[in-house]
């Protein structure tokens, strides 16, 4: 079982001169959930190497445990120091791709080719693509059959407006993911601000926000369970590292 996944290499907040990039919590957890699970996870983004981490998402009132471990764990500290160039991975095979979130994904991913033709790729061919958060910005300009958007009429959800408003970035950011979802055609729904929320439609999963990381992960991996020939790969114990 090889995973993908996608970080944003964007650290500035529009032009407020404030830093962004990764949320933390939003690569960590889901990071464990595959490695956890006997995945071989592989880090890229569009510049590679060490992508930006909203500084925010570091700060003593943000620690997770799975944050914790990561500060702990210097190989994936070494991973992520060292993402691959998305260009240079993205035709390679994958079981899954998943995008965390962080703002960074708003001014980078949702128009990154690479990218797009990547989600475009991995949906035609039944493979799980997962995003959470910001994370879904990456996914609103994909197509899918017939050249349709490829969110037309799929339940998803991504970071709230009334979320983007609580955070005090609505005329900071490039523009609003549910808004986008919406006019993408998505069947948007969202539980109160920073409650879990993850939807699954066809082979598309998506999370609200960062609580949310760690199950959107989950139901990735439980799509991957499902898949012909998956149900023996990558064995629970069997950790593999990111590369």
Known sequence: ???????????????????????LEEFAAPYYVFVDAGAQVVLASPKGGQPPIDPKSDHAGAQTEAIARFRADAAAQAALA?????????????????YPGGHGPLWDLARDRDSLRLI???????????????????????RGPFGLPLLRGKAVTG?????????????????????????????????????????????????QNPASSAGTARAVLALLAKAPGNAHKGGAGKHRRAS
Request: charged share 20%.
């Open 159 to 207: 970071f709230s407006d009334s979320e983007e408003a609580a955070a005090g970035l609505t005329d900071v950011v490039p523009f609003l993911v549910e808004d986008v979802l919406k006019r993408r055609g998505g069947i948007y729904s969202k539980q109160p601000d920073w409650q879990p929320h993850v939807v699954t439609a066809a082979n598309v999963v998506t999370g």
């Open 82 to 98: 060292h993402t691959r160039v998305l260009a240079d991975v993205a035709n390679d095979e994958f079981d899954a791709v998943f």
């Open 1 to 23: 079982m090889k995973i993908l996944m996608v970080l944003t290499s964007h650290g500035e907040l529009g032009d407020t001169g404030r830093k962004t990039g990764i949320w």
């Open 120 to 142: 475009e790729r991995m949906y035609a061919a039944g493979k799980p693509v997962g995003a959470v958060c910001h994370g879904p910005a990456a996914l609103c300009d994909a």
